[in-house]
């Protein structure tokens, strides 16, 4: 049975999803750093280039060769920048379910960018690698990430109480921890079943997905 993640690209009408490479170190920092992304993630700050090419060149590929995860570029199909990334991990082979995850880089917001990404990697998963369950797990006051969940067709499932550790800004302007729920959302093969199309039909990018 396989155990590890294939080398892949996933592409949409608008990005292309691949392997992190060491010319996104100075983006990927750069989206680190951001207030938000801070704020809703476990991301050391400040968070510098050094940390992204050590990512890039240690974290991603370990993480994929031991069967844990992946890590992906998310980058616009015409320009190539980097407008985000998303993660998987918490990989499960024998149960078949794999938790995943996203950032979007703040110029790249409101876009759809994550859900477009987020439905590929799930189509991708549920479909060409035969999974059977995409988790994701969204800090209660977290909006945008849950926004992302209900636009793919995620199911809420319930509450875990206090589970998450968030951040926030003192009056000094240091980062605090703040304790707070975490929402979990799942997505199972049949529930892929139209949920392209609605976005497509509700303007926020169309349907196609592909894999190679």
Same mark, same amino acid.
């Given at each position: 049975?396989?155990?590890?993640?294939?080398?892949? /690209? #996933?592409?949409?009408?608008? $990005?292309?999803?691949?392997?992190?490479?060491?010319?996104?170190? *100075?983006? $990927?920092?750069?989206?680190?750093?951001?207030?938000?992304?801070?704020?809703?993630?476990?991301?050391?700050?400040?968070?510098?280039? /050094?940390?992204?090419?050590?990512?890039?060149?240690?974290?991603? *590929?370990?993480?994929?060769?031991?069967?844990?995860?992946?890590?992906?570029? %998310?980058?616009?199909?015409?320009?190539?920048?980097?407008?985000?990334?998303?993660? @998987?991990?918490?990989?499960?082979?024998?149960?078949? /379910?794999?938790?995943?995850?996203?950032?979007?880089? *703040?110029?790249?917001?409101?876009?759809?960018?994550? =859900?477009?990404?987020?439905?590929?990697?799930?189509?991708?998963?549920?479909?060409?690698?035969?999974?059977?369950?995409?988790?994701?797990?969204t800090a209660a006051?977290?909006?945008?990430?849950?926004?992302?969940?209900?636009?793919?067709?995620? #199911?809420?499932?319930? %509450?875990?109480?206090?589970?998450? #550790?968030?951040?926030?800004?003192?009056?000094?302007?240091?980062?605090?921890?703040?304790?707070?729920?975490?929402?979990?959302? /799942?997505?199972?093969?049949?529930?892929?079943?139209? =949920?392209?199309?609605? @976005?497509?039909e509700a303007g926020?990018?169309?349907?196609?997905?592909?894999?190679?």
């Amino acid at each position: 049975m396989t155990t590890t993640f294939p080398d892949i /690209s #996933i592409s949409t009408e608008r $990005l292309v999803l691949r392997a992190l490479e060491p010319a996104d170190a *100075p983006a $990927l920092a750069e989206m680190m750093n951001d207030e938000q992304t801070a704020a809703w993630t476990a991301v050391p700050q400040p968070y510098d280039e /050094s940390a992204a090419h050590r990512w890039i060149s240690d974290h991603a *590929p370990a993480e994929r060769a031991s069967g844990a995860g992946m890590d992906l570029a %998310v980058t616009e199909f015409l320009t190539q920048r980097l407008v985000g990334v998303v993660g @998987l991990g918490r990989t499960d082979w024998r149960v078949r /379910s794999t938790e995943m995850s996203y950032i979007v880089a *703040p110029w790249a917001r409101g876009e759809g960018y994550a =859900s477009e990404a987020a439905l590929a990697t799930a189509q991708w998963l549920l479909r060409d690698q035969r999974f059977e369950r995409v988790e994701l797990r969204t800090a209660a006051d977290n909006t945008a990430a849950q926004q992302v969940a209900q636009r793919i067709g995620c #199911i809420s499932e319930g %509450v875990l109480r206090g589970a998450c #550790i968030a951040r926030t800004r003192t009056q000094s302007g240091d980062w605090a921890d703040l304790r707070t729920d975490l929402i979990v959302w /799942s997505l199972l093969p049949d529930d892929l079943d139209g =949920s392209a199309d609605q @976005l497509a039909e509700a303007g926020w990018f169309a349907a196609y997905a592909d894999w190679n």
